[in-house]
């Protein structure tokens, strides 16, 4: 009798999902972000993804960051951050029709792969060890001052923002600039989920202005064509009486 077959194992979700469901690695945001959304909203979906795919920028973010994880807490941890966005962004897209991706059946499809990710470890090989380095002089031990500033605006720009509070109110209050918001969140992402989150959230804010500028822009063209348009018909009307 030949030795069972060993389950397959993988050191992150997006691995164990293409594998589970067959798809290449290059499919792997769009084979999730439509298998995990609301029921019966794969149809009104489509259009959107076709010709319009930025809006969808929250659902790929994190379907991306959840690619990265290895653990379940890290996947709770970016499910929590998915709820916190669906509370900011209260589009009539998102919040009356459900044309995003569900955080319970993305809990559900991990649950389903689960025994087959093994997040790797990392092995402290200092463990147990007494290690002791004499500061430089001049070079205060400790977490700097500017450090720690950094790490509570941070921790105050996330809470405010997933309160509701207006992006311009929690930049006037951190003091920082937009962009310096971002570069300051993406460094504590490394470290933090809810920093990665706060980086993209700020991302796609900005990403959707753009689009609305362009929006306002292509508006405003064609009110001045469908203006222009009526006065001709005017003149026409007059030379033809």
């Known amino acids: 009798m030949s030795a069972a077959t060993p389950a397959p194992k993988f050191d992150n979700f997006r691995d164990a999902f293409c594998h589970a469901y067959k798809c290449r690695p290059d499919r792997y945001e769009s084979r999730l972000f439509f ?52 509370h900011i962004e209260r589009s009539i897209r998102r919040g009356l029709m459900k044309i995003r991706i569900n955080p319970e059946k993305l809990q559900m499809i991990r649950e389903d792969i689960d025994s087959w990710i093994v997040p790797q470890v990392v092995v402290n090989v200092l463990e ?18 500017a450090a720690s ?40 992402g490394e470290r933090a989920p809810e920093m990665r989150w706060l980086c993209d959230h700020l991302k796609h804010l900005q990403r959707l202005r753009v689009v609305e500028e362009e929006h306002e822009k292509l508006r405003r063209v064609l009110a001045a064509q469908a203006h222009e348009l009526l006065e001709l018909r005017e003149k026409v009307g007059q030379k033809g009486s």
């Open 35 to 86: 298998k995990s959304l609301f029921a019966l909203r794969g149809l009104p979906a489509l259009p959107i993804w076709w010709f319009n795919r930025a809006l969808f920028a929250v659902d790929l973010d994190v379907i991306n960051n959840l690619g990265r994880t290895g653990s379940s807490a890290e996947f709770a941890n970016i499910l929590r951050d998915l709820e916190s966005a669906n």
């Open 128 to 145: 147990g060890a007494k290690v002791t380095v004499d500061p430089a002089p001049g070079i205060p031990t400790g977490p700097s001052r």
């Open 149 to 188: 500033t950094s790490s509570r605006r941070l921790r105050e720009a996330h809470r405010d923002l997933t309160a509701g509070r207006p992006l311009a109110e929690v930049l006037a209050q951190s003091q920082l600039t937009e962009d310096e918001l971002i570069a300051e969140a993406g460094d504590a």
